[in-house]
């Protein structure tokens, strides 16, 4: 089912009426319901893809998934000052540049059940 949808994440369940929903999790405007499970995926499937072809039409680009995006492994936040100096002191007390520290920090905190 990934492949039918170039990487997105389908989120699939029923609503209160007995529907089936499905949408594309990075893109809940592209969506589908119908009466079983199988049939919702396959009309969100058709949703995509017109989806697609009016990006074309329009001569956008299609969105790319961010589990098919490369990434440059570098972005910048703003933080408070305070919070700025608590993690310059850690990492001076840890031996370690403030950039691992973080880098540490989020892998913890971002990590799959299966990464750990």
């Not at 699939?12 to 089936?20: A, H, I, P, S």
């Not at 405007?29 to 009016?54: C, H, M, N, Q, Y």
């Not at 989020?106 to 299966?114: D, G, K, S, V, Y």
């Amino acid at each position: 089912m990934k492949d039918d949808f170039d990487g997105f994440s389908v989120n699939l369940f029923q609503d209160e009426d007995g529907d089936w929903l499905a949408h594309l999790v990075e893109m809940p405007g592209i969506s589908a319901f119908a009466d079983t499970p199988v049939k919702a995926v396959a009309e969100l499937a058709t949703a995509w893809e017109a989806a697609k072809e009016s990006y074309r039409a329009h001569d956008e680009p299609v969105p790319v998934a961010p589990a098919r995006k490369t990434y440059s492994g570098q972005f910048n936040v703003r933080i408070d000052k305070r919070l700025h100096r608590r993690l310059a002191m850690e990492a001076g007390r840890a031996g370690i540049s403030m950039n691992a520290l973080v880098a540490q920090k989020l892998a913890r905190e971002t990590a799959a059940p299966t990464d750990e």
